[in-house]
């Protein structure tokens, strides 16, 4: 078992950023798969950016050229870099840690990207 915990988030303006930080405690998440989730109200939670235990990296197409996924394995901390906002991008941001059947989740952070 691995513990996450979100942090980074807050309210941002369109067009600004935020970068968005995932700790993790209990276990090294080098060898995990680790990603980014969103969950806007009244939607289902989906997968925004994904980072493999060997660096190769996807996203999905609404935030391709302006978020970027990265890992720090010393620090057993996964970042999500996110430029040029945008309303739509307002979501709780969870972070998730994945090994084989393993599948362990953050608590959430709120983005808000209003004006």
């Known amino acids: 078992q691995v513990q996450l915990v979100e942090s980074g988030g807050g309210l941002v303006q369109p067009g600004g950023s935020l970068r968005l930080s995932c700790a993790a405690s209990?276990?090294?998440?080098?060898?995990?798969?680790m990603g980014w989730y969103r969950q806007a109200p009244g939607k289902q939670r989906d997968l925004v950016a994904r980072i493999t235990s060997g660096g190769l990296t996807n996203y999905v197409d609404s935030v391709k050229g302006r978020f970027t996924i990265s890992r720090d394995n010393a620090k057993n901390t996964v970042y999500l870099q996110m430029n040029s906002l945008k309303p739509e991008d307002t979501a709780v941001y969870y972070c998730?840690?994945?090994?084989?059947?393993?599948?362990?989740w953050g608590q959430g952070t709120q983005v808000t990207v209003s004006s």
């Open positions: 209990g276990r090294s998440l080098s060898i995990y798969t």
């Open positions: 998730n840690a994945a090994f084989a059947t393993l599948n362990s």
